[in-house]
């Protein structure tokens, strides 16, 4: 766990510099390319920095092992984390959209062709950081780290709609100028519709949904890989962190003494811990095989 947390800090370590310089030239560009779709852009940014932050100090905190008050470790922090960055990203879209509602009943110049120019690296950076940072999120199997990704997604989101607003502002000439301005209204929706996407998953997780039906799966199948296992009963899987706790019944022959069906879970515990990725702990319960009514199907 401490490795996975280390490997989630040095990547959000990268986070924080990547939006740190994407926030200073997103700001001068929009400020002397008279562009508010790249001041909008930069607003994101800003809020990106403050809340990379958060989820900084939230693995650090949730890479503490656990003690008397958190029996099951501090990873229930990383939804939480998770919440207060959606909670950014919705202050950004709602200062964004007011802005450019303000925008659009004032008359301004067009913005600056060279702008085009700045959007387009930035475009091609936050894509490549996205997907830096969504791989690591997969590995690491933290939901910190893939609404970290989100953020920068959505970043490279309101720069294409910026790039397409101060095009057609810039190619249609006078008339158009305030399609930069509809681009970062339009940028502001997309904003929030990313929340979402990165919200839901999040707040299943802090509910102990039943997502997990495929590690359920696993286990079932690898339990019957441990001598003396019969079957499984119930199996229930829940997310804490980046790790899976695991509540497993194993069915065993009701003619065993305790000690050997003790021998047998915790056999169980460390088979299932070592063949399946991410799994943190497992507890086990056994049942001898006449008090199962039913026996689970894999």
Known sequence: MSSKADNAIKTTYFSILVNLLLAIVKWLAGFFG????????????????????????????????????HPYGHGRIEPLITFMVVIFLVISATVIAYQSIINLRTPHEPPKAWTLIVLGVIIIWKEITYQIIARKGKELNSSTLKAEAWHHRADAITS???FIGISIALWLGAGYEYADDWAALLAS????????????????????????INIVNDVREKS?????????DKCFVRKIGMEYLVDLQAVVSPDISVKEGHDIAHALKDYLIQNIPDIGNVFVHIEPFSDIKSIKPL
Not at 203 to 210: A, F, P, R, S, T
Not at 224 to 232: D, S
């Open 224 to 232: 019957l890989n441990v001598a003396g296992v019969m079957a499984t």
């Open 160 to 162: 294409v709609a910026a």
């Open 189 to 212: 929706v997309l904003i929030l519709y990313n929340c979402y996407k990165i919200f839901r998953p999040a707040l299943g997780e802090i509910m102990d949904e039943n997502l997990h």
């Open 34 to 69: 008279n562009s508010f779709a790249l001041i909008a852009d930069a607003i994101e940014s800003t809020a990106d920095i403050f809340s990379s932050i958060l989820v900084l100090l939230g693995i650090k905190y949730s890479k503490r092992p656990p003690d008397e008050t």
